[in-house]
Each structure stands twice: as C-alpha cells, then as structure tokens.
C-alpha cells in the first residue's frame, strides 16, 4: 500500500513537512506503544560517557576478547561430548546435566551471540 503524500491546508503557512511531523506526533501521543524521543540520545551511548568519566581506567577492557572464540568451541565441544558420554546414563543424572550443563552453556552462548551482534567477535 503506497503512503499518500500529505498536502499543505490551503490558506495554511504550515509547509508538508510540519504537517506531517504534527500528524506523526499526534499518532505517538496516541498510542500506548513506546517511541523513542528523537531528540534523545541512545540511553547506552550517555551511560557509557558516563561510566568513562568517572572511571577512565575502563577504557582498557573495551574491544574485543582473542579468547571467545575458543570458548565458544570449547563449550559446543563440551555438549556434544556429554550426548555421548550421556547416552547410558539414568534418567535423573540426564535430567540434571540437561538442566546445569546445558543450560549454563547455552546461557554463555547467548552471551556470545550478544558480543558478536557488537562485532566484538573478531578484530577487524
């Protein structure tokens, strides 16, 4: 469906582009779904501006890890390992491998698909 182009009231000095950021605003207001200010800044960007004045020294641990790749390897390693290592053993001792093991590993995967959605994965 194409967006008609809004048109300037005639006998009005409001220009298209008020008018449709006025009629942009009143759907906002309207809406109980959350919108970003744009003329707020990212609430990261400020926070880390933040977090760099008062603590300077942080700088140095900004970038990416040389070793989350490995860990990562390691961690899959790990849980197809333990299917095997797993295969004969009781319900109750799968159940809590199930539970521990892999739920802290896949915890620490989605942790390093986060660093990897930053391109903190790799130098560049």
């Not at 900004?62 to 197809?80: E, N």
């Not at 095997?84 to 159940?95: G, I, V």
């Not at 199930?98 to 391109?119: D, Q, R």
Request: with cysteine; hydrophobic share 40%; glycine share 4%.
């Amino acid at each position: 469906m194409c967006r008609k182009e809004s048109t300037p009231i005639e006998g009005s000095s409001v220009s298209g582009a008020e008018q449709l950021a006025a009629e942009r605003k009143a759907k906002k207001d309207a809406s109980e779904m959350f919108y970003w200010d744009e003329y707020t800044e990212e609430p990261h960007a400020s926070r880390r501006h933040q977090i760099i004045a008062a603590h300077p020294e942080i700088k140095k641990l900004f970038g990416h890890c040389p070793l989350t790749k490995w860990k990562v390897l390691a961690s899959v390693m790990i849980q197809l390992i333990s299917i095997h290592l797993l295969q004969d053993a009781d319900w109750k001792t799968w159940l809590f491998c199930c539970y521990t093991l892999s739920g802290s590993i896949n915890h620490m995967m989605t942790l390093a698909m986060h660093e990897l959605s930053h391109n903190l994965g790799a130098k560049k």
